[in-house]
């Protein structure tokens, strides 16, 4: 083990450089903002109210990942009313042309409820959709996705203090890409 040290550290400091690359280059930034709207399986009347805005970084022609700040607002039930996330975003393209994409992405991560419950402060989000984006001019464009949103509370069974949410609706994007 020592001799694996030494050599690392003689390599290291001999001055050679490195070229290795863990992520590829950004080859577009993009910049989007929208709103969703989700209704709950089986309890007509409740519904879901998103406000999002994400930063992303297509590293492949296929592939783009980022994050997205959420604000959400429940309707009804036994949640708080508002709530809020920062979570990571993963989109897949399985079709692509200059002006219309389609996709299939995973969203997810930890909300956190304003304190109308204490005890359901902190839950688990996670969002799987498909849509397209609509690249209508050369910097902006239009993303629609339709999918489905859990909420819960990380518990195995259902819990009766904090129950989980299962809705399915859609979201409507503005895309902003800068260069």
């Known amino acids: 083990m020592r001799y694996w040290l030494v050599g690392i550290i003689f390599f290291t400091l001999m001055g050679r450089e490195a070229y290795a690359q863990f992520f590829p280059p950004v080859q577009q930034k993009a910049a989007a903002t929208g709103i969703g709207l989700y209704s709950e399986v089986g309890y007509p009347g409740s519904y879901l109210l998103s406000i999002a805005h994400s930063r992303e970084y297509q590293l492949r022609t296929w592939f783009t990942f980022g994050a997205e700040g959420v604000l959400y607002r429940f309707t009804k039930g036994p949640y708080s009313s508002v709530g809020a996330t920062i979570r990571p975003v993963t989109r897949l393209f399985v079709d692509a042309t200059p002006q219309l994409r389609l996709f299939a992405e995973a969203k997810g991560g930890v909300i956190f409820m304003l304190p109308e419950y204490p005890h359901r402060l902190v839950n688990f ?54 260069h």
């Open 125 to 178: 989000v996670f969002v799987g959709s498909v849509g397209a984006t609509w690249q209508y001019s050369k910097y902006n464009g239009l993303r629609l996705s339709c999918g489905y949103n859990h909420l819960s509370n990380g518990k195995r069974k259902g819990d009766a203090i904090n129950p989980t949410w299962d809705g399915i609706g859609g979201e409507l994007m503005y895309v902003h890409t800068p």
